[in-house]
């Protein structure tokens, strides 16, 4: 229900806030957004993908990488918290 996924939002949001991580306004949806940019290597989408790479296998954590949603600036990556 809505008021369940605005929590898991306002929880996620802060959490990377508080973690120093710049997130987008979001106003509806599943889904929020995160740049990891500082932490890319390379300002590429090779070097995005390392990054995706790294945060999936050792993490265990599975978001996207912005340029697989035709995001123009490497370093964002889309964050579902509906399943969280």
């Known amino acids: 229900n809505r008021e369940r996924l605005r929590r898991r939002y306002e929880t996620i949001v802060d ?3 508080k973690a120093g991580i710049e997130c987008l306004k979001g106003n509806a949806g599943l889904f929020c957004w995160m740049n990891l940019g500082f932490l890319l290597d390379k300002k590429t ?3 995005e993908l390392e990054l995706w790479d ?3 296998k050792e993490l265990k954590l599975n978001i996207s990488p912005g340029s697989s949603c035709h995001c123009s600036e490497f ?3 889309r964050v579902c918290f509906a399943n969280m």
Do not use: N
């Open 15 to 17: 959490g990377l806030k």
């Open 45 to 47: 989408k090779e070097g």
């Open 54 to 56: 790294v945060i999936l």
């Open 75 to 77: 370093g964002w990556f």
